[in-house]
């Protein structure tokens, strides 16, 4: 099973959110319709599970795309006949043109997430 599959039959087995004041027994009208919850705690853990999932999902897409540009950064070196500054040759990434600095300093981030 896909991550996205996973997310999706998570995300079916959580119930609709109840309103807050309904379910608390609200005796004042105004405060109806502001708040929305899960009348069970379970719930929660399984959105935050789906969530969680999600976040890494977006976490490895952007450790790919950092990859990637690396490696295109070592390619330009490798299809050179002379030797490249790679600090200072650039590659598209993050939807801009990026050079080496750029990338050292994404990578340490990446690192200091694990």
Do not use: H, W
Not at 28 to 33: A, D, K, N
Not at 78 to 83: A, C, L, M, R, Y
């Amino acid at each position: 099973m896909e991550d996205n599959e996973i997310v999706q039959a998570l995300r079916s087995m959580l119930p609709k959110k109840v309103d807050y004041a309904e379910l608390v027994g609200s005796p004042v009208p105004s405060s109806y319709g502001i708040s929305f919850v899960y009348s069970d705690d379970e719930d929660y853990v399984i959105e935050q599970a789906a969530d969680l999932i999600e976040k890494q999902q977006v976490d490895n897409d952007r450790k790919t795309e950092l990859l990637k540009a690396c490696l295109s950064l070592l390619e330009k070196q490798n299809d050179s006949p002379v030797t490249l500054n790679l600090l200072c040759e650039t590659v598209f990434y993050d939807e801009a043109n990026c050079d080496g600095y750029c990338l050292i300093e994404d990578i340490k981030a990446c690192l200091n997430r694990l």
